[in-house]
């Protein structure tokens, strides 16, 4: 009897001790990572944003989390500015500010131990505000969509709690405005947003 139990003991440590390793393992992984940042941002093709403003540009902040291996969690938030182009095309609204978040998933490939490139794939939601130019108030509006996009990491320390990031993203803008014209409808609704970003990256 003794014996048995010493032998299910022995077997239970062994398959533990493993599994225990394993956890290490995946903790181990676990990383997080600040970037400040700033962007630029353009709508190509023949919609609102792009024929009615000039670039927009703003700066930010985003949030990672390397949970498992190569694949993680991020979070960006952007505050941006843009200048009007056509104000004709604009109505009675004066140049507009927009915040954006951008949620996503991205997977990272080691290309050196100074050199990384991540895919991500998330969905982005924004407000834009434009004020009147009467000075009455401002025009508000709430909108969503998906968004994908890549960034270069060179890591600048021996460590890796360095870096500087360089991206490139593709977001998809709907604002579901209504009209009897579909493509008035479609033009002042719907546009692709590209945007370009530099930042400086710390991981903890």
Do not use: C
């Amino acid at each position: 009897m003794i014996k048995k139990g010493v032998l299910f003991f022995i077997l239970l440590f062994s398959i533990s001790m493993p599994a225990q390793r394993r956890k290490r393992s995946w903790t181990e992984n676990v990383t997080f990572s600040v970037d400040p940042h700033v962007k630029v941002m353009t709508s190509p093709g023949n919609n609102f944003l792009g024929d009615a403003f000039d670039y927009f540009y703003g700066f930010g902040l985003g949030l990672n989390a390397n949970l498992y291996r190569n694949f993680g969690l991020g979070v960006e938030y952007t505050y941006f500015l843009a200048n009007l182009k056509k104000p004709e095309l604009s109505g009675y609204l004066g140049a507009p500010s927009m915040n954006n978040f951008d949620w996503y998933l991205f997977h990272k490939d080691k290309i050196s131990e100074a050199f990384s490139v991540e895919e991500s794939l998330g969905y982005s939601t924004y407000r834009m505000k434009s004020p009147f130019l009467d000075g009455s108030g401002k025009f508000s509006e709430g909108n969503g969509g998906l968004n994908f996009g890549a960034k270069a990491v060179l890591v600048l320390d021996a460590e890796g709690y360095q870096a500087v990031v360089f991206g490139a993203k593709i977001n998809f803008y709907n604002a579901k405005i209504g009209n009897q014209n579909p493509d008035i409808e479609k033009f002042y609704s719907e546009a692709t947003l590209l945007n370009f970003s530099a930042a400086y990256r710390i991981t903890f």
